[in-house]
């Protein structure tokens, strides 16, 4: 019989996280005297539990029986053969996906959401603040908030706002309160206002303001969560790429290439870190971070240090950046307009072990749909990016007659960005490059700052 899906039981679930930070060396973040950031620095912002898991070199680290509890809602995801869409292409590559849209939010998100909300929650915190750029994130964290009991407020970018209304409904039923960012509540929201009144907002301004109401709260009781960037939310998301391991491996398969889109990095790190602890060990893998070209962190900014947030709140991380006063273009694909990148994912593109590609924003839609009708899933629009670079890829392979094996992450179902879906099918979507001079000039920033030391090849 032909294998569609692979499937784990609850007791073949992952019990552990892989963290990559025991295979490969980093720089420091920066706090504002540009020294090391100290832990105690981050406690007004981080719980102490999450703050030890973010500096953590333990290759190993153990998943929370509560964390799997709510996890086993919807993991293990299933891993599915693309038969149809490898059909329409005529490849010889066979095409693996983890359907990361089975989660209740559809997207990956609450792999570390629930854990955050856990951690927070076994710290004595009652409120999360968070930004939300398509609303996936917001959504994710609602719904963990309100397994753990805990309250959630989410400021979400005002052009995804407007875009999907529904993901404020998806939050509002999970109890979670959310707003449209740039707001006049914050003093970074204010300021942003008073000099751009017509802001669409990003999500450098929308984290500025989540932090800003954490760290304002007197009670000491409201913690901020971020749902992307970080080490201990790559650590996280490693369950996706443990799961796909252990399917893989009771198919007899193992990936030439591993695909996925990547905003702050964290469903890409997630199914990629697995594999390139296997790369560091010898495997022979193309390992693939895609971008869209109208936002090119990875593909077109340097490595360098620079803030998380519009606001300079965040300390400074080393990473890959357009400079943090970066306005992305109004792409569809909401959770990738960021100006950074994850000092883990960067780290890995400096010492060559991945290698990030952009893909333009019509070439996603097509990609979008053609999986959708053949595979049947209307994809998000960040996970189109992962597709675009996955057909080419099957074409490719096609062009040379490989037989190469590809697995990506499927980040999320789209059914909550349709509007978008109607734009393009109207001819109405387009495709944005920012000029060198653009990119030039929101680079000058991180001149400021220190230059972070190339580490290479220092195994
Ligand atoms: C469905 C989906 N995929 C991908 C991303 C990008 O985030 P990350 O790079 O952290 O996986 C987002 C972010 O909102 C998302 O909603």
């Given amino acids: 019989m032909e294998?569609?899906?692979?499937?784990?039981?609850?007791?073949?679930?992952?019990?552990?996280?892989?963290?990559?930070?025991?295979?490969?060396?980093?720089?420091?973040?920066?706090?504002?005297?540009?020294?090391?950031?100290?832990?105690?620095?981050?406690?007004?912002?981080?719980?102490?539990?999450?703050?030890?898991?973010?500096?953590?070199?333990?290759?190993?680290?153990?998943?929370?029986?509560?964390v799997l509890k709510v996890l086993k809602i919807w993991r293990a995801t299933?891993?599915?053969?693309?038969?149809?869409?490898?059909?329409?292409?005529?490849?010889?590559?066979?095409?693996?996906y983890k359907y990361e849209g089975a989660s209740p939010p559809g997207s990956h998100k609450?792999?570390?959401?629930?854990?955050?909300?856990?951690?927070?929650?076994?710290?004595?915190?009652?409120?999360?603040?968070?930004?939300?750029?398509?609303?996936?994130?917001?959504?994710a964290l609602s719904f963990a908030c309100a397994q753990f009991g805990l309250e959630c407020k989410v400021y979400m970018v005002k052009v995804s706002f407007e875009q999907k209304p529904y993901r404020k409904s998806m939050m509002s039923v999970w109890g979670g309160k959310c707003i449209p960012s740039p707001s006049p509540y914050t003093k970074a929201g204010r300021e942003v206002l008073e000099?751009?009144?017509?802001?669409?907002?990003?999500?450098?301004?929308?984290?500025?303001?989540?932090?800003?109401?954490?760290?304002?709260?007197?009670?000491?009781?409201?913690?901020?969560?971020?749902?992307?960037?970080?080490?201990?939310?790559?650590?996280?998301?490693?369950?996706?790429?443990?799961?796909?391991?252990?399917?893989?491996?009771?198919?007899?398969?193992?990936?030439?290439?591993?695909?996925?889109?990547?905003?702050?990095?964290s469903n890409f790190a997630g199914i990629a870190s697995p594999f390139v602890y296997d790369k560091i060990n010898g495997k022979d893998i193309e390992i693939y971070p895609v971008e869209p070209s109208a936002c090119p962190t990875m593909t077109r900014a340097q490595f360098g240090y620079d803030h998380g947030d519009i606001a300079g709140y965040t300390p400074l991380l080393p990473m890959h950046s357009l400079g943090h006063?970066?306005?992305?273009?109004?792409?569809?694909?909401?959770?990738?307009?960021?100006?950074?990148?994850?000092?883990?994912?960067?780290?890995?593109?400096?010492?060559?072990?991945?290698?990030?590609?952009?893909?333009?924003?019509?070439?996603?839609?097509?990609?979008?749909?053609?999986?959708?009708?053949?595979?049947g899933i209307i994809p998000a629009p960040e996970t189109n990016n992962a597709l675009a670079c996955v057909i080419a890829e099957a074409r490719k392979a096609k062009e040379e007659k490989k037989e190469k094996v590809i697995l990506f992450s499927w980040s999320g179902h789209g059914l909550i960005d349709l509007g978008a879906y109607d734009k393009y099918l109207a001819g109405e979507v387009i495709d944005y490059k920012p000029e060198d001079a653009e990119l030039k000039k929101y680079a000058e920033i991180l001149k400021n700052y220190p230059k972070p030391e190339m580490i290479k090849d220092y195994r």
């Fill in 78 to 96: 299933p891993l599915m053969r693309a038969r149809s869409l490898e059909k329409a292409l005529d490849t010889p590559a066979r095409i693996y």
């Fill in 110 to 139: 609450p792999n570390t959401a629930v854990a955050q909300a856990y951690y927070n929650k076994e710290f004595g915190i009652k409120k999360l603040t968070t930004e939300t750029g398509a609303g996936q994130w917001g959504s």
């Fill in 195 to 265: 000099k751009f009144p017509d802001s669409q907002g990003s999500l450098g301004i929308a984290i500025s303001e989540a932090v800003e109401e954490a760290v304002a709260d007197t009670t000491g009781k409201t913690r901020y969560s971020l749902g992307s960037v970080l080490n201990h939310v790559m650590l996280h998301q490693t369950i996706i790429g443990l799961e796909a391991k252990k399917q893989m491996k009771k198919i007899g398969e193992y990936p030439d290439i591993i695909i996925g889109c990547a905003g702050g990095g």
């Fill in 325 to 375: 006063t970066f306005m992305p273009a109004p792409i569809h694909a909401g959770g990738l307009r960021y100006h950074g990148m994850s000092p883990i994912v960067s780290q890995l593109i400096v010492e060559g072990l991945i290698t990030p590609k952009a893909v333009n924003q019509l070439d996603c839609y097509e990609a979008g749909v053609l999986c959708a009708k053949t595979e």
């Fill in 3 to 66: 294998v569609k899906k692979v499937l784990l039981l609850d007791d073949e679930i992952p019990r552990q996280w892989y963290n990559i930070l025991a295979d490969i060396k980093m720089n420091p973040p920066l706090g504002p005297d540009g020294k090391p950031i100290s832990p105690e620095q981050l406690a007004p912002v981080f719980p102490m539990n999450l703050i030890e898991q973010e500096v953590s070199d333990k290759r190993w680290i153990d998943i929370p029986e509560e």
